[in-house]
């Protein structure tokens, strides 16, 4: 099947338009910023720089190139390099091929995969486009949006309806781009529910993956071969003193423009012109609001209803983290006691901390899983896969990593999401 898989990429690859070419600074850091949560967490994140979704004590953690602890000085913040990643002369890969970086798919062969799937099983998996990427919108190569969904299948199922006869867990990777464990993660998933014991799952329990929820962006980080391009955003727009693009956690329309997010389109988290102005995020949203029914009332306050069904996985990388709404603000939902449980029941399994982004890192707005659960009611979480430091942790691990360390916390932590899905509240 893996030899299937690999010929379809490059066969898709030879057919499709050439990767955007590498794009980004050749040397990369990782600083250490003194910055404690409240008013100086947020003010860093304010002015616009990569700040990690990690915490060491009262340190953040920042991407730059050897210009930005000057910055940081003039701003105010001290820093230390944490970590530092020298240019490689390796050249980037190659059109025709199917991995880069060790084995970590390209775009082209986690799509091809979907198909191969879906025709192996067709008992089980049907493939979904649910829109097109931003450069595809523009005629400019892109790639269409595409989801897989996984049950034992009777009549309705996979139907993009809100009133589908089962209850949906829904798992994405790659919505920031350079996060290149949860695409791997995905792949693993989508093996798994198809060819293991948790196929005796799925016949109450509908699974929905989206591997890759940025392919644009994910086009640019492989662009780089052996080095991949440390790209966040997607690819909508231009940028002469940094990044291009939209950061595509900071542009859902819940608290859209507030906290954590900037107006500076060279910012990695560039939130946009409005709420929900990337096509990507445009999609995400539609293709929710056809799986997920609306269960809860407005307000920052009020709680979904106890009928409710389905839960959300949006994984990132990196920090050991599962959060869980609101991240905008430190203020609980209605439904915090059963959010709160489902992440610790989710940390417990793998070693991770729960909580909300500003109990354990800093306020951000704009972001997916918060859309999930305000517009929704559907309890959503966001996993930060991978540690800080050490061999494999944090944007690029090797990959046998994801085999040896990722796949064993993230497996069980699944298992806990597609147990709770069914009666999350």
């Given at each position: 099947m893996?030899?299937?898989?690999?010929?379809?990429?490059c066969?898709?690859?030879?057919?499709?338009?050439?990767?955007?070419?590498?794009?980004g600074?050749?040397?990369?850091?990782?600083?250490?910023?003194?910055?404690?949560?409240?008013d100086?967490?947020?003010?860093?994140?304010?002015?616009?720089?990569?700040?990690?979704?990690?915490?060491?004590?009262?340190?953040?953690?920042?991407?730059?190139d050897?210009?930005?602890?000057?910055?940081?000085?003039?701003?105010?913040?001290?820093?230390?390099?944490?970590?530092a990643?020298?240019?490689?002369?390796?050249?980037?890969?190659?059109?025709?091929?199917?991995?880069y970086?060790?084995?970590?798919?390209?775009?082209?062969?986690?799509?091809?995969?979907?198909?191969?799937?879906?025709?192996?099983?067709?008992?089980?998996?049907?493939v979904?486009?649910y829109?097109?990427?931003w450069?595809?919108?523009?005629?400019?190569?892109?790639?269409?949006?595409?989801?897989?969904?996984?049950?034992?299948?009777?009549?309705?199922d996979?139907?993009?309806?809100?009133?589908?006869?089962k209850?949906?867990?829904?798992?994405?990777?790659?919505?920031?781009?350079?996060?290149?464990?949860?695409?791997?993660m995905?792949?693993?998933?989508?093996d798994?529910?198809?060819?293991?014991?948790?196929?005796?799952?799925?016949?109450?329990?509908?699974?929905?993956?989206?591997p890759?929820?940025?392919?644009?962006?994910?086009?640019?980080?492989?662009?780089?071969?052996?080095?991949?391009?440390?790209?966040?955003?997607n690819?909508?727009?231009t940028?002469?003193?940094?990044?291009?693009?939209?950061?595509?956690?900071?542009?859902?329309?819940?608290?859209?423009?507030?906290?954590?997010?900037?107006?500076?389109?060279?910012?990695?988290?560039?939130?946009?012109?409005r709420?929900?102005?990337?096509?990507e995020?445009?999609?995400?949203?539609?293709?929710?609001?056809k799986?997920?029914?609306?269960t809860?009332?407005?307000?920052?306050?009020?709680?979904?209803?106890?009928?409710?069904?389905g839960?959300?996985?949006?994984?990132?990388?990196?920090?050991?983290?599962?959060?869980f709404?609101?991240?905008?603000s430190?203020?609980?939902?209605?439904?915090?006691?059963?959010?709160?449980?489902?992440?610790?029941?989710?940390?417990?399994?793998?070693?991770?901390?729960?909580?909300?982004?500003?109990?354990?890192?800093?306020?951000?707005?704009?972001a997916?899983?918060?859309w999930?659960?305000d517009?929704?009611?559907?309890?959503?979480?966001?996993?930060?896969?991978?540690?800080?430091?050490?061999?494999?942790?944090?944007?690029?691990?090797?990959?046998?990593?994801?085999?040896?360390?990722?796949?064993?916390?993230?497996?069980?932590?699944?298992?806990?999401?597609?147990?709770?899905?069914?009666?999350?509240?």
């Amino acid at each position: 099947m893996r030899t299937a898989v690999a010929l379809l990429a490059c066969l898709a690859l030879l057919s499709s338009p050439a990767p955007a070419p590498a794009e980004g600074p050749q040397a990369t850091y990782v600083l250490r910023v003194p910055a404690p949560m409240g008013d100086s967490a947020q003010r860093l994140l304010g002015l616009g720089y990569d700040v990690l979704e990690q915490r060491d004590g009262a340190d953040l953690f920042v991407v730059g190139d050897p210009q930005t602890p000057q910055k940081l000085r003039g701003d105010g913040f001290p820093s230390t390099v944490e970590t530092a990643m020298p240019p490689s002369q390796r050249a980037p890969r190659s059109l025709g091929d199917a991995t880069y970086y060790g084995g970590y798919r390209t775009v082209t062969a986690q799509f091809a995969h979907l198909n191969e799937v879906a025709r192996a099983h067709p008992d089980l998996a049907t493939v979904v486009d649910y829109g097109d990427s931003w450069r595809k919108t523009q005629g400019s190569g892109g790639h269409d949006l595409k989801a897989i969904c996984i049950t034992r299948k009777s009549p309705g199922d996979c139907a993009l309806t809100p009133t589908a006869p089962k209850p949906r867990l829904f798992v994405m990777g790659q919505l920031h781009a350079r996060e290149i464990t949860t695409g791997d993660m995905a792949w693993r998933f989508i093996d798994d529910l198809v060819g293991s014991d948790l196929t005796a799952k799925l016949g109450d329990l509908e699974v929905w993956v989206v591997p890759i929820a940025n392919p644009d962006g994910v086009e640019i980080v492989e662009s780089g071969g052996d080095t991949p391009v440390l790209h966040r955003k997607n690819a909508n727009g231009t940028c002469t003193s940094g990044s291009r693009g939209v950061d595509l956690n900071r542009n859902a329309g819940s608290h859209w423009g507030e906290v954590g997010s900037s107006p500076n389109k060279c910012s990695e988290t560039y939130r946009g012109t409005r709420a929900d102005s990337e096509v990507e995020v445009q999609a995400l949203e539609s293709l929710w609001r056809k799986l997920y029914r609306d269960t809860r009332p407005p307000g920052d306050t009020a709680a979904a209803s106890a009928d409710t069904t389905g839960a959300v996985i949006s994984m990132h990388s990196y920090g050991d983290y599962v959060l869980f709404p609101w991240g905008w603000s430190t203020q609980k939902t209605g439904n915090d006691a059963a959010l709160r449980k489902m992440a610790n029941d989710q940390a417990a399994l793998s070693g991770f901390t729960a909580g909300q982004p500003g109990e354990l890192l800093y306020n951000a707005s704009g972001a997916t899983d918060d859309w999930v659960y305000d517009d929704l009611g559907v309890p959503s979480f966001v996993w930060e896969i991978g540690a800080g430091s050490g061999r494999c942790g944090g944007f690029l691990p090797p990959f046998s990593c994801q085999q040896d360390v990722h796949w064993p916390k993230v497996r069980p932590m699944l298992v806990s999401a597609m147990n709770a899905a069914k009666r999350p509240y």
